[in-house]
């Protein structure tokens, strides 16, 4: 049973680029999550999906934008790209129900940005 | 806004002792979900334990207990029978019922010496 996969594992950009991050969550989830993790701090919530949708957002600006496939994979794309853009990108899956669903998290992706 | 405060950057036990991680946390809200994750070199973050906030019993998972304090916002995480594998960066984390954004706190790094 796969789990949640992220690729690519490491991303070398420069300022003003655009990026392409995926994700394939866990097998029977069909919510994605997606969090920026700068160096030496706690994840941060950047948006949420289900059903191909953006269900929520935490507050990151419009440069973060996200889709999700009939699959349930997604992507997270970043336009102009800043030096403080560089961290780890987790996406986490779960299951939409009642209840507290847990999220499963993927390995991430380094992004750096020079 | 809900914030997560870990006050403990780094913590060291030795291996087969005890060791508590502290968290606090602020909300205005009665019912929520508190979290702990554990974040290996791998990046990978794992759920350790959760609790729901309107359950009085505190949360166990093998060698892993909280002790969640409602009113004083007070969320610890104590490792039993500490492993030389319980070394990671451990998240406490908090997420409001029917809200996806999960606010974490800023880490503790956890050394186990043998």
């Known amino acids: 049973d796969a789990g949640v996969t992220q690729s690519p594992t490491h991303l070398i950009k420069t300022r003003g680029q655009q990026v392409t991050l995926r994700c394939s969550p866990k097998?029977?989830?069909?919510?994605v999550s997606w969090y920026q993790q700068a160096l030496g701090q706690g994840p941060q919530f950047i948006f949420q999906y289900y059903e191909e949708e953006e269900r929520q957002r935490g507050n990151f600006p419009d440069r973060f934008s996200g889709h999700q496939f009939p699959n349930y994979s997604s992507e997270l794309n970043v336009n102009a790209l800043l030096l403080g853009d560089s961290a780890l990108y987790l996406c986490?899956?779960?299951?939409?129900?009642?209840?507290?669903?847990?999220?499963?998290f993927g390995d991430g992706t380094r992004l750096s940005i020079l | 806004a809900q914030t997560v405060t870990q006050s403990q950057p780094e913590m060291s036990v030795q291996e087969a002792e005890t060791v508590t991680l502290s968290c606090t946390y602020d909300?205005?809200?009665?019912?929520?979900?508190l979290f702990w994750y554990k974040q290996p070199p791998s990046r990978q973050m794992i759920l350790v334990i959760r609790?729901?906030?309107?359950?009085?019993q505190n949360a166990t998972e093998n060698r892993f207990s909280v002790n969640f304090q409602k009113a004083a916002k007070s969320f610890s995480l104590k490792i039993s029978d500490s492993q030389l594998g319980d070394a990671a960066m451990y998240f406490c984390?908090?997420?409001?019922?029917?809200?996806?954004?999960?606010?974490f706190g800023a880490g503790t790094r956890l050394t186990v010496k043998p």
């Open positions: 986490a899956s779960s299951h939409t129900g009642p209840g507290n669903q847990p999220q499963h």
């Open positions: 097998s029977g989830h069909d919510t």
């Open positions: 909300t205005s809200e009665s019912d929520y979900y």
């Open positions: 609790q729901e906030a309107y359950k009085q």
């Open positions: 984390a908090y997420r409001r019922v029917n809200n996806n954004d999960m606010r």
